[in-house]
Structures are given as C-alpha cells and as structure tokens.
C-alpha cells in the first residue's frame, strides 16, 4: 500500500480539526511529518475529488469541504492505493513447462484481487469519524500541542 493514502487520511483529520480556519501546506506537513511537497500533491487530488477547498494568497491554505461521515477509508483507498496489493512483479512464466511456473500468475492474481476486494469492503465499513475517534481514544498525551507549522526533517538513526 502506497503512503499517500495515509497522507490523505492525515490531512482530512488534520483539517477537521481546524474547523473553519484554514491550514497551509507547511502546517498540515508538520502535523503529517513530512515534506509539504509531498502533501500539497495529495492535497491537490483531494482538491479534485472535492474533499477539500483552497483559498489562494495571504491567510489562505486548504479547508475541509465535507464532513468526516460522509468520506470512508474505502473511498480514499480507491482515490490512492487501489490495486497495491498486487505486486508489481510475480514469480514463474506462463511460457514454461513447470505446471507451479506456469500457473502462479494466474493464482496469485485471484488471490490478491480476493484480498483487495475484502480490504476495501472493510475499508467501507469504516468512516473517517470513526477513524477520528480512534484517535481519540488512544490517548497518548504527546501529540495534545498544536503544530509549530514548521516541517522538521525526520532523521532516522540506527544503532
């Protein structure tokens, strides 16, 4: 699954939670921890989708257009990661004489077009209200402050 889809769901939440005041790129970014580059891109299809406003020049930025109830996780897995589950490359070749090389396209095909199937039901099932109240009740007390609005590069140290 690509990480744009859970760009998208950062932002929608983000942007809730502002109400009506809008939020530019460098704050949401802060918020989602990564570059504002990359959000503006989600933003952008989001934008499209009608998800959310932008208002351009000074105080401007993004708003939510919709509300949370109304938007499921399926449809914003649909917007940027359907089909993720199926790799890119499969083993074996229809060309060969090996009855496993010959035919394991084929099968894992049907299998992850059964798992994408049944991921984005459970996807539908589930509301970004809901997904904003899972939040919620998680309860980890670091994240109560507002953003700073400044992206901070991530550096990740391994020991």
């Known amino acids: 699954m690509n990480s744009e889809f859970t760009v998208a769901v950062h932002c929608l939440l983000f942007l809730d939670n502002q109400g009506e ?21 989600v ?13 351009e020049g000074a105080g401007g930025g993004y708003q ?4 949370l109830a109304r938007v499921t996780l399926g449809d914003l897995y649909r917007l940027f ?6 790799p890119g490359w499969c083993s074996g ?10 035919n394991m396209h084929t099968v894992m095909d049907r299998i992850f077009s059964g798992g994408e199937q049944r991921l984005e039901s459970y996807f539908d099932e589930l509301s970004l209200s809901e997904v904003k109240r899972m939040v919620d ?3 980890s007390q670091a994240g109560r402050e507002r953003c700073t609005g400044k992206y901070e590069k991530r550096v990740n140290m391994r020991i």
Not at 64 to 67: H, V
Not at 93 to 102: A, E, H, L, Y
């Open 21 to 41: 005041q809008m939020a530019n790129s460098e704050q949401i970014a802060c918020s989602v921890a990564t570059h504002p580059a990359r959000v503006r891109k």
């Open 43 to 55: 933003l952008s299809s989001l934008r499209k989708h009608g998800l959310v406003t932008t208002k």
């Open 64 to 67: 939510l257009n919709t509300e």
């Open 81 to 86: 990661a359907r089909g993720s589950l199926h």
């Open 93 to 102: 070749s229809d060309k060969s004489s090996c009855q496993i090389s010959s």
């Open 137 to 139: 009740e998680t309860g």
